[in-house]
């Protein structure tokens, strides 16, 4: 039986002014208007390219306006109650309408928490009998929601449409027995490589496979497409993913999430869901919030055109000075450096004591030893001046590199 042919019979403003990290405290300025990419760390300023603010919404002044007023209308205690129960509101189910009619679905529901939400999208929407076939590179939501399933799950090679057809077909073998279905789960960005998922090649799977799709489009959400739908509008392939994940807190600088889909399929989701039916609603105040801050992403397309010149020129003048970026085919920047971890400590500390560069850092066990990865995220907020800034000082930090410079002990900030 097909896995939701199942589902049908058996119908779900800024951070605190500092926030102290171990290595520090950031200090979020009061500004009025576009935030700034820039915070104070240990009482001196930096400019920071490691911030969910894709569309630089976070202190924009409508954005700023609605939040202040709906957490004076109704507090922050509103709705006192799960959706099901007494959490509900008129602004919850606005939202949703506007969310699914945007993403090119029929339907959508409200989730509490983006990860959360997909750990439990998942534990929802697969048994024991069914399998799930999932990309290498998974997020780690994605994997705790597999660590759920008490099925069978196959891992294909990231981005390897041949390796996926093979576990397709291993997947289709274990369903013919056991009668169940075959839920296929990737991302429409991944969020460390920057590449797009291969949604449309997926997609055409479904002509040889009798598969599900969910897609994880985190990344992809108010970034990608012609409107910003997403990587499935970026693709041209909307209509071949059954199940779509956005979340708030990259374009939209928010909380939560949604997950989009045919209203049969939402309607399940709603009353199934455990980490939603058994948890307080998203409040008022963000729920306002966030229907402002759409209205923003949906209205206001040069926000979207401001991230893709910063980003494309981030990344050109990247490249341009023998910069390793990967395979990445969106706004995420990763820069690919050869070192090992006391280099990669030196060299970041380098950027953010001596330079005033903040950015990720990510090394090994997440990556191989020997490998040193920066993390750049452009947004709509950062200027052609601070790419200029970082250009220059990436620029020297790479020459320091190569010169052995970072193997020294004697790396001090000025």
């Known amino acids: 039986m097909d896995l939701f042919d199942k589902i049908s019979k058996s119908m779900g403003g800024p951070l605190g002014q500092h926030q102290k990290w171990s290595h520090g405290y950031f200090s979020y300025p009061k500004l009025e208007g576009e935030i700034a990419p820039h915070m104070m760390f240990n009482g001196k300023e930096h400019l920071v390219w490691s911030l969910n603010n894709y569309l630089g919404l976070a202190n924009h002044p409508e954005v700023r306006e609605a939040d202040a007023k709906a957490a004076a209308d109704y507090g922050m205690a509103y709705p006192m109650g799960a959706r099901m129960m007494s959490g509900n509101s008129i602004h919850h189910e606005e939202l949703e309408a506007n969310l699914a009619k945007f993403v090119g679905k029929e339907d959508a529901y409200l989730l509490n928490y983006g990860y959360q939400g997909m750990v439990s999208i998942i534990d929802t929407l697969v048994d024991r009998n069914d399998v799930i076939v999932y990309d290498a590179e998974s997020h780690a939501c994605i994997i705790d929601g597999l660590r759920m399933h008490i099925g069978k799950r196959y891992v294909y090679q990231h981005n390897d449409i041949e390796s996926c057809e093979k576990q397709l077909e291993r997947a289709t073998r274990l369903t013919e027995q056991t009668g169940g279905g075959i839920l296929l789960i990737t991302e429409g960005v991944f969020g460390m490589s920057g590449a797009q998922g291969r949604l449309k090649d997926i997609v055409a799977l479904k002509e040889k496979f009798n598969f599900r799709m969910l897609v994880d489009d985190a990344h992809g959400f108010g970034t990608m497409g012609k409107t910003g739908a997403g990587t499935h509008e970026e ?180």
């Open 235 to 414: 693709q041209d392939c909307i209509d071949g993913i059954d199940v779509y994940f956005g979340t708030f807190a990259k374009s939209m600088a928010g909380i939560g999430g949604f997950v989009a889909a045919d209203k049969q399929i939402v309607d399940y989701l709603r009353y199934n869901m455990r980490s939603q039916i058994f948890a307080k609603a998203l409040p008022m105040p963000m729920v306002i919030g966030l229907k402002k801050r759409f209205e923003l992403l949906v209205s206001q397309p040069q926000l979207r055109e401001k991230l893709w010149q910063i980003a494309n020129a981030l990344q050109s003048g990247l490249r341009e000075r023998g910069f390793d970026l990967g395979v990445t085919n969106t706004m995420v920047t990763p820069v690919f450096l050869k070192g090992d971890l006391y280099e990669a400590t030196a060299l970041t500390r380098d950027l953010r004591e001596n330079y005033g560069i903040f950015c990720s850092i990510v090394i090994y066990p997440v990556i191989p030893k020997g490998l040193i990865v920066l993390r750049l995220i452009p947004t709509a907020a950062h200027s052609l001046a601070d790419v200029q800034r970082t250009l220059d000082a990436y620029t020297e930090m790479g020459e320091k590199l190569k010169a052995g410079h970072y193997k020294s002990d004697k790396v001090k900030a000025v």
